[in-house]
């Protein structure tokens, strides 16, 4: 997936689930297609979004693709198994791309700045700082369970500036310039000295706390699929 200047949001590859968001959920979209963002309208169902809105991010995780618009709403599609759609369900897929900006969800009234996917969970920062989560609980805020809306993640006093996604953990960049980590550590990818053990899930407030990576100052930030 990709963003264009004027935020055209192109999508394609692998379609199983209706992960490029153009209605179809069968096969694969060989060649990129434009998906159309949205208004949501308040109290709607899964239907498509009727009026466009130019798009300023996009995250694509293993089975399903997240995007920001430009008034801050977020819009979700593709696979939803372990609510990592974030829209109150798990039904297996949503073709088209459903916004946040309807009534009773808990990103209905914030500007979401940047969004990020996982394989099966989904992480974004909103303006006031704040990070929310959703989908496989074992990657940051609610182990052990699925979270099929969004939930806010107890930052203990801090402020995000950045959230990352990786396969099956999060990253954190706080805006005193820290980054923390949490979720499974079997290959290391927590970054604290540990893994090559059987998972240890390390949620935020959970019995291991949310873990400082040690890292020099100025860093950018991203997150793989281990």
């Known amino acids: 997936?990709?963003?264009?200047?004027?935020g055209h949001l192109l999508c394609w590859g692998s379609n199983i689930y209706g992960q490029t968001g153009t209605g179809t959920s069968w096969g694969k979209v060989a060649m990129p297609e434009s998906v159309n963002l949205g208004k949501s309208q308040a109290g709607a169902s899964s239907t498509a979004p009727s009026l466009p809105s130019p798009c300023v991010s996009v995250s694509c995780g293993y089975h399903h693709t997240a995007a920001v618009d430009s008034s801050g709403e977020v819009f979700m599609w593709g696979r939803n198994t372990a609510g990592q759609l974030g829209v109150g369900h798990?039904?297996?897929k949503m073709p088209l791309p459903q916004g946040s900006r309807v009534l009773g969800h808990a990103l209905e009234k914030e500007v979401?700045?940047?969004?990020?996917?996982?394989?099966?969970?989904?992480?974004?920062?909103?303006s006031?700082?704040?990070?929310?989560?959703?989908?496989e609980g074992t990657?940051?805020?609610?182990?052990?369970?699925?979270n099929t809306g969004a939930a806010t993640v107890d930052l203990f006093g801090h402020t995000a500036a950045l959230v990352v996604a990786g396969g099956n953990h999060t990253l954190v960049l706080f805006t005193d310039g820290t980054v923390w980590a949490a979720g499974e550590d079997v290959f290391g990818e927590l970054g604290g000295g540990g893994g090559g053990a059987p998972s240890v899930i390390?949620?935020?407030g959970g019995e291991y706390g949310l873990q400082r990576v040690n890292l020099p100052e100025g860093v950018s930030m991203g997150a793989g699929g281990l």
């Open 1 to 6: 997936a990709c963003v264009s200047l004027d």
């Open 139 to 146: 990657c940051l805020a609610h182990a052990g369970n699925k």
């Open 202 to 204: 390390m949620p935020l």
């Open 112 to 126: 979401v700045l940047q969004v990020s996917c996982g394989v099966s969970h989904t992480v974004c920062v909103v």
């Open 90 to 92: 798990a039904n297996e």
């Open 128 to 135: 006031g700082g704040d990070v929310y989560s959703w989908g």
